[in-house]
């Protein structure tokens, strides 16, 4: 696709305030693909402006007119989801078959769950003598990360849309071309001018501008704890609404009455898919010391497989950040079954599917985020012991657990903290609240939950 020079703002592309651009590279060869305007504060508050302007039209506009418009947004990214594929293949890097069945495929699933939401959601309800009004919280600024770059996109646009909320998104700086052609689609879908605003620029400029606007109401982000930490930080201080979908390092615990090769097989896939750029990936496997030998040689044969089948990283600094981490790993004195720190090919930003056995819960490998291709097994000696590793670290996103019988695997999955667990391999589900306990966020995405995200209430007595 063809890159804009400009900002969708107000319905428009418009020229950008500033004349610094951002380059768009493909991290499979390093070649620059386009360039898109990086934004200002000043781009920032027209945008702002607009969207504030936009919002007594949609917020009043019937439910049923909100869901239409989200169904042709539906509709047009359907049309457009090869274009959609190739796009974030191009500039994410990840295989064009995974760019197809999951990044262009999820926002197509949510955006209709959305358009049905709206259509069918109570914004009235009787409690008592009360009537209560479920209305918009206002103008939201989106501050959206990389490594799902239309579903992260379409998790915060179509709630907030639905919810009858006007907004700015800033998009990641790696992946701006799928943010534009997501612009293009709402254009399409007829959604009103101002309603849905893109900045396109750097973190620390446009997005902590859009952050501190002090003409949003609520601050929708995804990414790194740490700025999501100073950006919850920002948003306490001036008294305003904030949702925080941050890292994890979530645990895949495989009880000893599990199927063992296929707990281990499932895992490993889960890791290593989107070369492991996943904030919910299941990236320590916790197994009984009586199965541990297996469980590794199992998940070395499953790694190896992976070689030629995961694209790059990001980005060449992601790649080094995870390469780092890999030293680490053998520093620490974790023992590598398959991978490695050494980059596979000479081109690119690639890393090789990467298992670490022998990892113990203090080892840096084992509790932070590494955001890449790599794999802890840790060893635990009974239940107790299982659930306090699962349960140690400062996340608490996701999680896997696999037992002979589901109520065991229930049980477990109970006590764990975290705000989601996929028991014995159950598929993901565009419909179920997605958000971390702990340092993980605050807030749910998708699905009944994410849309009351964006409203607030009033009530009436009667
Ligand atoms: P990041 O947090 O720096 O970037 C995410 C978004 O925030 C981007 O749009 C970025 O431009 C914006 N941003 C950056 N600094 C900002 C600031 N000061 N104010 C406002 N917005 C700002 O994440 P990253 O550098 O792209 O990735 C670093 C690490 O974050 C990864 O290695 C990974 O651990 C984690 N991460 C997590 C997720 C997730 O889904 N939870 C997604 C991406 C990255």
Redesign the pocket.
Known sequence: MKAHDGMYIDGAWRDADGRDAIDVVNPADGQVIGQVPAGTALDVDTAVRAARAALPGWSATPPAERAARLSALRDVLVARKDEIAETITAELGSPLKFSQAVHAAAPIAVAGSYAELAATYAFEEKVGNSVVHHEPIGVVGA?????YPLH?IVAKVAPALAAGCTMVL?????TPLTAQLFAEAVHEAGVPAGVFNLVTG???VA??A??EHPGVDLVS????T???R??GAAAGAAVKRVAL????KSANVILPSADLAKAVNVGVANVMSNSGQT?SAWTRMLVHRDQYDEAVALAAEAAAKYGDRIGPLVNAK?QE?VRGYIEKGVAEGARLVAGGPEAPREEGCYVSPTVFADVTEDMTIAQE?I?GPVLSILRYDDEEEALRIANGTVYGLAGAVWAGDEAEAVAFARRMDTGQVDINGGRFNPLAPFGGYKQSGVGRELGLHGLTEYLQTKSLQF
Do not use: H, M, Y
Request: aromatic letters at 8%; proline letters at 8%.
């Open positions: 501050i959206t990360p990389w490594n992260q800033k998009p990641a700086e790696d750097l973190g620390p997005g902590q859009l952050a982000f995804t990414g790194s740490a700025v999501g100073r950006i979908e941050l890292g994890g904030c992601q950040r985020e955001f």
